[in-house]
């Protein structure tokens, strides 16, 4: 059964800071792997999309690394910033399945403090 | 305009009553989804749909009803709820095809007292 986990569960950073945020899967028999951000009360924003052939994606301030052997993916924030502050969550696409439902972590919740 | 409404943005309703969360899409994506979000839990599928005829069950479907009246709307019923059924419902809609992302709407606050 494929788990996805985020650690940590919540971080906060001054402005101005790089950071990473930590996605891992226990199934490497993913189709790919979708990050998004919630912010509180709202619906999910999707970030970026990574199909399990590429490595990374890039938008803007965000980079998002997958390494699928390893069953990890880092979405990498540059230069940080208060508007930044939301729940971040990766979503894994199953490769063996044709339901194309999604299995998401926890969440990291994301505090910039100015 | 949203690529995906949900409606009401936000309920509450007593014990036991039956009550039913829309959702529309002007995507034109053939899949849709819903979604539960619980604290510490994630989101977790109820039900999906891939087009009107073919509806199916999720991993926490008891309790729940779908309806696919076209293909652009896809509702959610609780038949008769209960407080465990208090959480956030988001609907969503994939692609059929690469690379597969998913949009998802704002989401319905459902609290049931």
């Known amino acids: 059964k494929q788990e996805v986990t985020q650690i940590p569960a919540a971080l906060s950073v001054p402005e101005g800071e790089n950071l990473v945020l930590n996605c891992s899967f226990t199934?490497?028999?993913?189709?790919?792997l979708q990050w998004f951000r919630q912010d509180p009360g709202k619906g999910l924003t999707s970030l970026l999309l990574?199909?399990?052939?590429?490595r990374e994606q890039t938008s803007g301030r965000l980079n998002a690394s997958l390494d699928k052997s390893s069953g990890r993916s880092t979405l990498y924030i540059a230069a940080s910033q208060p508007g930044d502050s939301a729940t971040y969550l990766c979503?894994?696409?199953?490769?063996?399945?044709?339901?194309?439902?999604?299995?998401f972590g926890q969440g990291t919740t994301l505090q910039v403090k100015p | 305009d949203a690529d995906v409404t949900q409606t009401p943005r936000n309920r509450i309703t007593k014990t036991g009553k039956r009550i039913m969360l829309e959702c529309s899409q002007t995507?034109?994506?053939?899949?849709m989804y819903w979604y539960r979000q619980d604290p510490g839990l994630g989101l977790r599928l109820i039900y999906y749909?891939?087009?009107?005829?073919?509806?199916n069950k999720g991993e926490i479907s008891d309790g729940y009803s779908v309806s696919r009246q076209a293909q652009a709307k896809f509702s959610l019923s609780l038949e008769s709820a209960i407080p465990n059924q208090t959480a956030l419902y988001f609907c969503?809609?994939?692609?059929?095809?690469?690379?597969?992302?998913?949009?998802f709407g704002s989401g319905t606050r459902l609290t049931v007292v």
């Open positions: 990574i199909q399990s052939s590429q």
């Open positions: 979503a894994v696409r199953l490769g063996s399945s044709n339901t194309g439902k999604l299995i």
């Open positions: 749909s891939f087009d009107v005829k073919d509806i």
């Open positions: 199934d490497s028999a993913i189709y790919n």
């Open positions: 969503a809609t994939s692609e059929r095809a690469f690379p597969y992302g998913y949009t």
């Open positions: 995507k034109g994506h053939d899949r």
